[in-house]
């Protein structure tokens, strides 16, 4: 491996623009979702991370102490999710057919030409991130803008974020960056930088200003995988179950 | 900012992460105030009332920039007897209540009439135009051949003298206290006392305030005193023309600057100068002297014009013919795009171009502008995608209510597909002056073409139609330079060679470097002076891309900002009247006594060999007039305005009245509203006005609506409503309330609410949320409902349209529409679709006693 | 790759990836990957059309086809960064949303007809020449005023300068006065 690389989101200054939302969309040709109607959310009509959606800007609208803001009474956060590409990635750990794989920069990444779709990734990731999407039956997922690193590129929503809340680069220096800014911030903390957490830290860490439940995120995330063994136990089962399923639909397919 | 100008915000957290305060003045709870030290509600329409009291709060503290202010600004200028401020009544001197105007001339300096640099120019014609009639009787003899000698007014570097501009301006002011500005606008006094002791405190030799503004200022019926008022205050507190400072207008298109430079607005020519009003027996002279200024670089009007008249008609403009003056048309008051609309529906207007405008729902009262589109005999759409505007005539919601009848409109129709930025080149003048070119990537697919060359071939048609008519009225059209090379397979016009001719030509025909090459000989040509340079040595100014990086913080070398590439207006005020910066923290341009010359960060903005010294002769005109520390260089009077003496229409000063429709008295003059404002010509069913405060009726309206736009849309959607990217990040059109409002109007997050104006009836989704506020506004609760107006029936991102509840009543100097501020209803439910729509508009005027007189008065 | 390096066992064995969640895994679709930014024929330099900031963009060109659109970091603007209207100018100049052909509607009529680009430039002329007649003014109230209420454009705060020089030049010649744009808005 190369130096492992990730994201740093610092929400102390996201503006909630959803220009990573655009970004990832465009450059990873993620499909638009239709008919979407108001989620009452806030600002956030986009809900979750999900097959088609790689980044989620979360809008928090709670109300403080008078004097907290200059505004007594009003706090507005904004947050941009994205997969947390764990040291200890439950997903690929139960990933039957080798789609997923950790790559040289230390990222999770699915691979479409591989994932038959069985979805046990789904529930084995312990924020929810990965998810099928509806046509194809495939897992999606934030790749990091896998391709992009290759040729040297920061990934599209880092290099599009208008006051640099999204920070991409190499994991140590942004640790070291993060360390410095929760300092300064009043009321900051980190989620997902510390390598002893359930999933040994996240290639993805952020700077929250309030507790990770506020913006959807779990408390204490635990890599899933923990109990492997009797895990496996079931996948040989359901794949078993699977080749029947496939044996079965091509014995009806023929004429 | 942060909602609308994401990108530029990222300068503000900067400046906020090196320990800058962000004050963040707004009706809403925004993304901007989300990041902001301070988030403070006002209700809309009221910051005169606000600005007022931060520049009454500064007089009446000292806290003003002394030694800027006197050397500046006309604090010390003399006003003429004839001036009597707005009191009680709120009326200035000068008032005509029968034609609703003012005379201005009862607002001069003492003893001598100056000209403004913009704004409205013509007021003063019949004054100027006769004294150039004199002066021109008398030149040779008396005065020899520079013209006569403009006396300046006199002035009171004292600022004791009961009419200095100074007196004047504390007097007028004393109103706008703490406790007025808290029951105008709602601001608790000790927020208020914050905001102006921030403000001060960051503003003098060491600091700089800058204020950043977009259309929550103009788009009110007072609107451009909104930006004096911010004007005055940020000149006595050394804020203009220099770094940090400034009052930034954040405009919403790319181009928006651009095409006010080089104007698609009826009453300019590119460059500012002035459109000429019918006058009888006006010629080249007469209209020069009238709109010209007689000191500074307005005095230069002639070499402007003229080099303008020359890029248009080339050899056929000739000093015997007044170089083609007199195939400028001529104006009668106001053309407007409203007027144009009231044209439209009488039938005098029957054919219109829509080029990337959609007014159906993008304009003030939509259903006013359906109307017009309605009536006419074609009409050309030239846009990306099948916007409202285009297909009003099938499914425009007046179809539904059963106003109008498909195969009743007569309008024909073309649809032309655009080009977009990647299938041209041409250049965007961005919100700074910034001229950055766009380089041509692909050939517009299909029928796709840009406007360039639909203007173009356009152009060469009617030219070739018409190349054999003898008629007077066509020669402009016959001697217009029309000759642009083309290439490609669309036989696209060149647009360096249009940048080319808007750079100018000298006598040689080389490329001029300056506006101040140009001559008033016909010597030389100037598409717009302003713009000279951008061509200049023969290179593409505006193309130039040095990274950023390997640049200073100003970056000069990229792009080309007007004039002469200067980043800072007016930035010889960076420097104190002898030449030397401010303080070192602060420096910027400065004098160079060892080289004899203005030097610094940027391009210096004023005559560079100019000695802070220099004291010019007493027969001086033009720029030769302006002395070393008359930094205003486009001023008649080298100072920036604390007191207008011409420009306005509504005043020298600016002075609160409330907007059109307001559920508020005005609380500072019995005026209740803008007594010149333009409402008159657009008396229309459509366009009822409605009672306010006191009047009875009023109390059907009691709610004040504002307009606004969200990051995720652009305008009014046809840039953003059809695109699966965007759509889908505000997939429908919403109002947001308070939870206050919510309760006492029964309305229900998520749920439906019908919004009611004497204009029309919109629906919109409930946004419940606590960033909208009530406020307290002398004594009584006042609910504001945000409306984003990106919407229309069309697309993929669907909702009612903002524009349908607003009237179109304007700013008497700009004639922009009152969208910012407006009184309304609001209630649960779904609205009624068809006639009984209307039916509930007629309830609603019914209820409110409207007549066609209601809300008219002067 | 021999034909044994595509063996994921093979690898799995041979590179230290021994559960195969590394290198092992890579499929040749992935080995394969670069950014198509990367393929591009050129990279042209644009701004963005949206608000009046001024963003830089990088316009990268493939087969006559725009691929990718993304913030220019030589910006001293915008350093490289894009809002997500920016981040949508690829949608907004290459998407299914953008008519391609001109489309007409008779007065009266109710519905759009194709027409041809060269004909509706001559009816437009035509037209323009019959508006620009019947609302033609030598004088108001004895004044000369020499021009047109016949005709009207709105437009401009999107286009370019150079566009809008034209537009101003040519309808100035014609007499039309009412020319406005979104300033005016």
Redesign the interface.
């Known amino acids: 491996?190369t130096q492992r690389m990730g994201f740093f989101t610092d929400t102390?200054?996201c503006?909630?623009?959803?220009?990573c939302?655009?970004?990832c969309?465009?450059?990873n040709g993620v499909p638009?979702?239709?008919g979407?109607?108001?989620l009452?959310l806030?600002?956030d009509?986009?809900g979750g991370l999900g097959a088609d959606t790689w980044r989620h800007v979360a809008f928090i609208?709670q109300?403080v102490p008078a004097g907290t803001?200059?505004?007594g009474?009003?706090?507005?956060?904004?947050s941009s999710d994205v997969c947390k590409h764990c040291t200890n990635a439950a997903c690929?750990?139960v990933c039957p057919t080798?789609?997923?794989?950790?790559?040289?920069f230390g990222t999770v990444?699915v691979?479409?030409?591989?994932c038959n779709g069985c979805g046990y990734c789904v529930p084995a990731c312990p924020y929810g991130v990965i998810d099928r999407r509806e046509d194809d039956g495939r897992a999606w997922k934030c790749t990091m803008?896998?391709?992009?690193l290759?040729?040297g590129?920061e990934p599209?929503c880092a290099?599009?974020?208008?006051?640099?809340s999204i920070q991409y680069g190499p994991l140590d220096e942004l640790r070291e960056r993060a360390a410095e800014r929760v300092e300064a911030v009043p009321g900051a903390r980190l989620y997902g930088d510390d390598p002893s957490d359930g999933v040994g830290g996240d290639g993805a860490f952020f700077l929250l200003l309030d507790e990770p439940e506020v913006y959807g995120l779990p408390p204490d995330p635990v890599v899933t995988t923990r109990d492997l063994p009797s895990m496996w136990r079931h996948v040989g089962a359901a794949a078993c179950v699977m080749a029947a399923v496939a044996a079965a639909a091509f014995t009806r397919s023929k004429p | 900012m942060a909602e609308c100008h994401p990108v530029g915000f990222q300068w503000v957290m900067e400046a906020k992460a090196r320990g800058a305060t962000v004050i963040h003045i707004d009706p809403r709870f925004t993304r901007t105030s989300a990041v902001a030290d301070a988030h403070v509600p006002l209700r809309a329409g009221s910051d005169i009332a606000f600005l007022g009291g931060l520049i009454n709060y500064v007089l009446e503290s000292g806290k003003y920039f002394k030694d800027y202010v006197l050397a500046y600004t006309n604090a010390a200028t003399i006003v003429t007897e004839d001036f009597a401020d707005a009191g009680d009544d709120g009326l200035f001197s000068g008032f005509d209540p029968d034609h609703r105007t003012y005379d201005v001339r009862a607002w001069q300096y003492e003893g001598t009439e100056v000209q403004a640099a913009s704004g409205e120019r013509d007021e003063l014609y019949d004054d100027r135009a006769r004294m150039e009639q004199v002066r021109a009787a008398g030149r040779g003899e008396a005065h020899g051949s520079g013209g006569a000698h403009v006396e300046p007014a006199p002035s009171d570097p004292t600022l004791a003298h009961p009419r200095c501009v100074f007196q004047i301006l504390k007097r007028h002011f004393a109103r706008y206290t703490p406790e007025m500005v808290e029951r105008v606008c709602g601001i608790p006094r000790s927020d208020f006392r914050g905001i102006a002791e921030a403000i001060t405190a960051n503003s003098g030799r060491d600091r700089t305030t800058v204020f950043v503004y977009s259309v929550g200022w103009t788009q009110h019926t007072v609107g451009v005193q909104y930006i004096r008022t911010a004007s005055i205050l940020q000149s006595l507190l050394g804020n203009i023309g220099r770094p940090g400072g400034g009052i930034l207008a954040l405009r919403g298109h790319a181009s928006i600057q651009g095409s006010t430079d080089i104007p698609t607005l009826f009453d300019l020519l590119p460059g500012y100068i002035p459109m000429p009003h019918a006058h009888s027996n006006e010629n080249l002279n007469a209209f020069v002297a009238a709109e010209g200024t007689d000191k500074g670089y307005w005095a230069e009007l002639r070499s402007y014009l003229v080099s303008l008249l020359k890029s248009w008609w080339g050899p056929a403009a000739t000093a015997e013919n007044d170089y083609c003056f007199d195939y400028l048309p001529r104006l009668t008051g106001s053309h407007s795009t409203y007027e144009t609309v009231m044209a439209q529906i009488a039938g005098d207007c029957r054919g219109y171009f829509l080029l990337g405008e959609n007014p159906a729902v993008g304009s003030a009262n939509a259903r006013l502008q359906r109307r017009g589109l309605a009536s006419l005999d074609w009409l050309v759409v030239r846009d990306f995608s099948l916007i409202e505007s285009a297909t009003f005539w099938k499914d425009g919601p007046e179809i539904s209510t059963g106003e109008m009848r498909t195969e009743d409109i007569g309008t024909e129709v073309f649809f032309l597909p655009a080009a977009a930025h990647t299938e041209k080149s041409g250049s965007f003048t961005n919100t700074q002056r910034l001229l950055q070119w766009h380089h041509e990537a692909v050939e517009p697919p299909g029928d796709a073409r840009s406007e360039l060359w639909f203007t173009y071939h356009l152009g060469r048609r009617v030219r070739e139609k018409l190349a054999g008519s003898a008629d007077d009225r066509d020669r402009p059209l016959h001697d217009l330079t029309w000759d642009y090379p083309v290439s490609g397979s669309h036989d696209e016009p060149s647009a360096e060679a249009v940048l080319a001719e808007i750079n100018g030509r000298d006598g040689s025909g080389a490329p001029v470097k300056s506006y101040t090459q140009l001559r008033d000989d016909g010597s030389t040509s100037c598409g717009c002076w302003i713009y000279a340079g951008v061509y200049a040595d023969g290179v593409n100014q505006a193309a130039r891309r040095t990274p950023g990086k390997e640049q200073d913080w100003v970056a000069p070398a990229w792009g080309w900002a007007w004039p002469a590439n200067r980043r800072i207006l007016y930035n010889r005020a960076s420097a104190d009247p002898s030449g030397r910066p401010w303080s070192s923290r602060k420096a910027y341009v400065w004098w160079d006594a060892s080289r004899g010359g203005w030097t610094g960060h940027d391009i210096p903005d004023f005559a560079v060999d100019k000695p802070p010294d220099y004291v010019p002769d007493d027969d001086a005109t033009g720029a030769a007039a302006l002395s070393g520390t008359d930094a205003f260089i486009m001023q008649a009077d080298g100072k920036a305005w604390l007191y207008a003496p011409a420009g306005l229409l509504d005043g020298p000063l600016p002075a609160h009245y409330e907007p059109q429709d307001s559920p508020v008295p005005n609380l500072l003059h019995s005026q209740q509203r803008n007594p010149v404002r333009q409402v008159a010509p657009f008396a229309h069913p459509d366009n009822r006005l409605q009672p306010s405060a006191a009047e009875p009726g009023s109390e059907v309206f009691g709610y004040v609506a504002t307009t606004y736009r969200l990051t995720e849309h652009h305008t009014a959607g046809g840039m953003s409503r059809w695109l699966p990217y965007l759509a889908e990040l505000q997939p429908s059109f919403f109002c947001e309330i308070s939870p206050e409002l919510a309760a006492e109007r029964g309305l229900e997050h998520l749920g439906w609410a019908t919004i009611a104006t004497a204009r029309n009836v919109i629906e919109a989704r409930v946004l419940v949320t606590r960033r909208l506020r009530p406020l307290t506004v002398d004594g009584k609760v006042i609910h504001q409902v945000g409306l984003p107006y990106h919407w229309g029936p069309n697309g993929r991102s669907t909702g009612d349209a903002a524009n349908e509840l607003a009237a179109v009543s304007l700013d008497p100097n700009v004639h922009i529409q009152e969208v910012k501020a407006f009184a309304c209803d609001i209630r649960p439910g779904r609205r009624p679709a068809g006639p009984a729509r209307l039916a509930l508009v007629r309830d609603y005027q019914r209820r409110a006693g409207i007549t066609e007189r209601t809300g008219m008065e002067p | 790759m021999t034909w044994i390096d595509s063996w994921p066992v093979y690898r799995q064995l041979r590179d230290s990836d021994r559960f195969g969640r590394g290198a092992a895994a890579k499929s040749r679709a992935s080995e394969d990957l670069a950014p198509r930014t990367k393929a591009a024929d050129k990279v042209v330099k644009s701004v963005c059309p949206y608000c009046a900031v001024g963003c830089g963009q990088d316009v990268y060109v493939k087969d006559e086809k725009v691929v990718q659109i993304e913030g220019d970091p030589d910006s001293p603007v915008s350093r490289g960064r894009l809002c997500p209207k920016g981040s949508a100018s690829l949608q907004l100049t290459t998407g299914g949303a953008r008519e391609e052909r001109v489309k007409y509607r008779a007065p009266f009529g109710d519905q759009w007809v194709d027409l041809d680009l060269d004909t509706a430039m001559d009816m437009i002329a035509d037209r323009v020449i019959a508006a620009r007649a019947a609302g033609w003014q030598d004088e108001v109230d004895g004044t000369p005023v020499r021009r047109t209420l016949g005709f009207a454009s709105l437009g401009g705060a999107t286009l370019d300068n150079e566009e809008n020089y034209l537009i101003k030049k040519l309808f100035t010649a014609l007499g039309a006065v009412q020319i406005e744009n979104q300033a005016r808005i």
């Open positions: 491996m102390s200054v503006i909630g623009c959803k220009a939302e655009v970004a969309k465009e450059w638009s979702s239709d979407r109607d108001l009452g806030s600002y009509n986009t609208e109300e803001t200059g505004d009474g009003m706090r507005w956060l904004m690929l750990d080798g789609a997923l794989f950790r790559t040289e990444v691979q479409e030409d591989i803008c896998y391709d992009r290759g040729d590129l599209a290099k599009a974020c208008p006051t640099d």
